[in-house]
């Protein structure tokens, strides 16, 4: 069984960038086909934000964060990080960690995802 450990998260201004890292024990993340990130605002569903796949070169992003976040393997250290730059209060959410093998066409699916980290606060002010 994997565990997810999320890091990173914090306030920052509008304009700002953070960087959030997921680090798996137990497992590697060779072992799933799928890496996400999701978030969750107060009141609102969660939301799928990045994924990439097994192999590292497919990447997937919601339009709302394409341009802005990159999501990248850190195989030698068993790591995936989301690289998020000019950051919007609109983003302001609790951000978690996932994996699991969820065919391409479903991986924004949070539903076909096995595993969750425990989330980290990311918050953006004006």
């Known amino acids: 069984q994997v565990q ?12 700002g960038s953070l960087s959030l890292s997921c ?13 996400a990130w999701f978030r969750q605002a107060p ?4 939301e799928f934000v990045a994924a990439v ?3 590292g070169g497919y990447k997937y992003y919601a339009d709302s964060v394409k341009g802005r976040f990159t999501i ?11 690289q998020m730059n000019t950051l919007k209060p609109e983003d302001t959410a609790v ?3 996932a994996v699991g093998s969820p065919i391409l066409s479903a991986i924004r699916d949070s539903n076909l995802y096995t ?7 990311v918050t953006v002010s004006f």
């Open 4 to 15: 997810l450990v999320e890091s990173g998260g914090g306030s920052v201004q509008a304009g």
């Open 23 to 35: 680090r798996a024990s137990g497992r590697t993340f060779s072992s799933y086909g799928s890496v």
């Open 43 to 46: 009141g609102k569903d969660r």
């Open 53 to 55: 796949r097994r192999s």
């Open 72 to 82: 990248f393997r850190n195989n030698a250290e068993n790591m995936v990080n989301l």
């Open 95 to 97: 951000y978690y960690c």
């Open 115 to 121: 595993t969750w980290g425990q989330g980290t606060q």
